[in-house]
Every structure is written in structure tokens, then in C-alpha cells.
């Protein structure tokens, strides 16, 4: 059973940093790429940031400005996402996700994690 669990998120005041992190268990972790996704009150979910199987390779979404980046720790079956100078506009439930393909789409996306909530106040 695949299972990936996000933990982390919590309640900051904007300009402040968060570390997002996300344990898979139940698949060859390095088999596949994994990305982030959030998903805001009222609003679709949206891609953030993704990384390839070695972690050799990343993407992000423009709207970050470079203020995320994604890693990941194969030897841990874990993926990170490191946030800073976070903006009340950030705020939104995060989701890790895995894929067998490099996409930014959610329906590319196989297993997903519960969500992390990040708050970020003003």
C-alpha cells in the first residue's frame, strides 16, 4: 500500500520560512519523480514544484519567483519543499504527489498525501 504523508505546515507570519516534508512508503520511492501541489480555500489545486527521479532536475511554477525550492533524499523515501519569505497569498493545504512521468498536470500524478496545512498571516 502506497502511502505518503506530508507533515511540517503550520501557522507563520509572512517573511517567515516553513520546510514541508514528505515520507513515501509502498513504492520504489526512486522510481519515481514527486512533486508539490497546493491547493488554497475556493481555488483548484495548483502545481508548485517538481523533481526528478535522482533529484538532478527541477521545476517550479512561476508564480514562486524562486522562492521554494523542491529536494528530495532517496536513501530517506523523502521529498521536501523548502518555503521563504512566505506571503499570506501562499496560504493553502500542501499535497506531495508521485509520478512516472514529468508533468505539472494533477491528473499526471498516481498517489497522493493527505495535505499539510500552511497559514501564513500578515
Known amino acids: 500500500q502506497v502511502q505518503l504523508v506530508e507533515s511540517g505546515g503550520g501557522l507563520v507570519q509572512a517573511g517567515g520560512s516553513l520546510r514541508l516534508s514528505c515520507l513515501a512508503s509502498g513504492l520504489t520511492f526512486n522510481g519515481y519523480a514527486m512533486g508539490w501541489f497546493r491547493q488554497a480555500p475556493g481555488k483548484e489545486r495548483e502545481f508548485v514544484a517538481r523533481i526528478t527521479w535522482s533529484g538532478g532536475r527541477t521545476y517550479y511554477a512561476d508564480s514562486l519567483e524562486g522562492r521554494f525550492t523542491i529536494s528530495r533524499d532517496n536513501a530517506k523515501n523523502t521529498v521536501y519543499l523548502q518555503m521563504y519569505s512566505l506571503r499570506p497569498e501562499d496560504t493553502a493545504v500542501y499535497y506531495c504527489?508521485?509520478?512516472?512521468?514529468?508533468?505539472?498536470?494533477?491528473?499526471?500524478?498516481?498517489?497522493w498525501g493527505q495535505g499539510t496545512q500552511v497559514t501564513v498571516s500578515s
Open positions: 504527489a508521485s509520478t512516472s512521468v514529468l508533468s505539472t498536470s494533477t491528473r499526471a500524478y498516481d498517489y
